[in-house]
């Protein structure tokens, strides 16, 4: 199923599913990714309408202690060997925030000499006491609903708006991306979808690499030593040309280089795929497998990947991982939870 064909379920309207860094929620048909964080304890998303309205979604994680230096990591370490349990943090000030949020938001929109105002509902509980949240709306050179919340189950505090122009539906648009608004996993999988990439990984799991053109996308994430590729290409019968599949595995994936025989006739998705299992190979690629496990002594040293193209939406897809010994089945997993129609 892809991200155009994800649907309301009340209305049964179709929606644009929107992933990233453990966040997720659906807005209207065609809306996508502009602007994002990489990083995860602190970020953003921007995605935009094909008209005037536009989302924002800023995230922190107050209640996480940064392990800035050695002694940091040692003493973290040493408490959970004593089985010492963290003092649990303080609530975090909303009120607080949200007002420091929506004075920068004036300043900004009396330079353009406009009014500015706002209002602020005032603080509920919401799905079933795990969010303490606050509504707030403001207008002044367009307007936006919009809401700030922390969530008991991951720490996290988080700020989202719709903003749009006077004539511009954001109340509704607003509703309906509250109400499928999600701030971490639920199963420990993050679903990242983007553009028409819908795909899910292993929470454990951190994005290290990207790369997001219009004929390619890439996510890549890592975990002591152990790698995530995901890939989709556009146009398949384009991108493939007169390559067999076995043959445009051995030219878009790593395969060759590890020595892992593409093997045919694989079902995946339901489509006929092509899949290759081997080691890593070469004195440099065991050292760089060792030394980014560290300080763990289980390197990725395993690889496995498979290939498909899907016919009903003309697309090309590759995964690839680099695990340790000991984890079994991830390939398969994460496949399973690649959308490819």
């Avoid at 007002?99 to 929109?109: G, Q, S």
Wanted: net charge positive; aromatic share 8%; proline share 5%.
């Amino acid at each position: 199923m892809s991200t155009a064909a994800q649907s309301n379920p009340r209305t049964g309207e179709p929606r644009t599913l929107i992933g990233w860094q453990g966040v997720r929620f659906t807005l209207p048909p065609e809306w996508n990714v502009t602007g994002f964080s990489t990083e995860r304890g602190e970020g953003y998303l921007k995605v935009d309408s094909p008209d005037t309205m536009f989302v924002q979604v800023k995230w922190s994680s107050p209640g996480t202690p940064r392990a800035r230096t050695l002694g940091d990591l040692l003493l973290a370490g040493w408490r959970r060997w004593r089985g010492q349990i963290a003092a649990a943090p303080r609530p975090p000030d909303l009120r607080g925030t949200l007002d420091r949020f929506l004075k920068e938001r004036a300043r900004r929109t009396r330079k353009s000499r406009a009014a500015f105002d706002y209002k602020v509902k005032p603080e509920v509980e919401e799905a079933g006491g795990e969010r303490l949240a606050h509504h707030f709306s403001w207008k002044g050179a367009g307007q936006a609903q919009g809401k700030i919340w922390h969530c008991r189950s991951c720490g996290r505090v988080m700020v989202a708006q719709v903003v749009g122009q006077a004539r511009d539906n954001v109340a509704d648009v607003a509703a309906a991306m509250f109400g499928s608004m999600r701030d971490h996993s639920e199963d420990g999988w993050d679903v990242w979808a983007l553009y028409d990439l819908v795909a899910a990984v292993p929470e454990s799991f951190r994005l290290a690499a990207h790369k997001l053109m219009s004929g390619q996308l890439r996510l890549e994430f890592a975990r002591r030593g152990e790698r995530i590729r995901i890939e989709r290409w556009g146009l398949a019968n384009v991108a493939r040309k007169r390559f067999t599949l076995k043959e445009w595995m051995e030219h878009a994936t790593e395969a060759r280089a590890h020595r892992a025989p593409a093997r045919e006739g694989a079902d995946i998705q339901g489509h006929e795929g092509v899949t290759a299992h081997g080691r890593v190979c070469g004195p440099i690629a065991l050292v760089r497998a060792v030394r980014d496990a560290l300080p763990s002594l289980r390197p990725g040293t395993r690889y496995d990947a498979q290939v498909w193209e899907c016919a009903e939406s003309n697309k090309l897809y590759a995964v690839q991982v680099w695990r340790n010994v000991r984890t079994k089945g991830l390939l398969e997993e994460v496949v399973a939870r690649c959308e490819c129609h």
